[in-house]
């Protein structure tokens, strides 16, 4: 109210907050009310920056983020695309922001059981962080993350394969948030 009231509902740093407030509304599952928050974002952006810039980029994925947790599978694909466009075009083909949409396109075909394509996408994204020398990256661990889940999917009895990309995820978060940190849980739950 503070930003909206002193700068103004067109101003950046007003989108920014709208975009705070949809993230904390998704992480607790309140995907209606992030939705809002983030197409309130969108809008300020697209009119301050334009269509092609990164920060429209990023809200056009959480708001696939948002239909995808929705089950709003092909919504969610057009704005992981959008945002893949984008951050293709203004950053390039291997930056660490098209390794990450790759893996929610991934989610996203796993779960319409595409999951040959699933794994390209996921392929390509650590081809990407390791790339960037991000070998030791929380998003590659998430990333890692997806192609366990996508393997134990795809080939429920050969969980060796899925174990082999938990263990790598969970070495790289201990190593990067310590021993005890919460999201050392989500992994150790799937191992």
């Given at each position: 109210?503070?930003?909206?009231?002193?700068?103004?509902?067109?101003?950046?740093?007003?989108?920014?907050?709208?975009?705070?407030?949809?993230?904390?509304?998704?992480?607790?599952?309140?995907?209606?009310?992030?939705?809002?928050?983030?197409?309130t974002a969108l809008k300020i952006k697209?009119?301050?920056?334009?269509?092609?810039?990164?920060?429209?980029?990023?809200?056009?994925?959480?708001?696939?983020?948002?239909?995808?947790?929705?089950?709003?599978?092909?919504?969610?694909?057009?704005?992981?695309?959008?945002?893949?466009?984008?951050?293709?075009?203004?950053?390039?083909?291997?930056?660490?922001?098209?390794?990450?949409?790759?893996?929610?396109?991934?989610?996203?075909?796993?779960?319409?059981?595409?999951?040959?394509?699933?794994?390209?996408?996921?392929?390509?994204?650590?081809?990407?962080?390791?790339?960037?020398?991000?070998?030791?990256?929380?998003?590659?661990?998430?990333?890692?993350?997806?192609?366990?889940?996508?393997?134990?999917k795809k080939n429920q009895?050969?969980?060796?394969?899925?174990?082999?990309?938990?263990?790598?995820?969970?070495?790289?978060?201990?190593?990067?948030?310590?021993?005890?940190?919460?999201?050392?849980?989500?992994?150790?739950?799937?191992?």
């Amino acid at each position: 109210e503070i930003k909206l009231k002193t700068l103004g509902p067109d101003h950046t740093s007003t989108a920014e907050t709208y975009h705070s407030i949809g993230n904390v509304l998704c992480s607790q599952g309140k995907y209606k009310e992030a939705m809002q928050h983030y197409q309130t974002a969108l809008k300020i952006k697209l009119k301050a920056y334009g269509p092609s810039h990164t920060n429209a980029a990023l809200t056009y994925q959480k708001i696939g983020e948002v239909l995808q947790h929705q089950g709003i599978h092909e919504e969610a694909s057009d704005r992981f695309q959008q945002a893949l466009a984008i951050y293709r075009r203004e950053v390039g083909e291997n930056h660490p922001r098209v390794a990450m949409i790759y893996n929610f396109i991934a989610k996203d075909l796993a779960q319409r059981g595409e999951h040959d394509e699933a794994a390209e996408r996921l392929d390509k994204a650590i081809e990407i962080q390791l790339m960037n020398s991000r070998e030791n990256h929380p998003d590659l661990a998430t990333i890692y993350i997806t192609m366990g889940d996508l393997l134990l999917k795809k080939n429920q009895f050969k969980l060796d394969d899925a174990a082999e990309f938990y263990d790598k995820a969970l070495a790289i978060r201990r190593k990067v948030f310590g021993q005890g940190h919460p999201l050392l849980d989500e992994v150790l739950r799937k191992t």
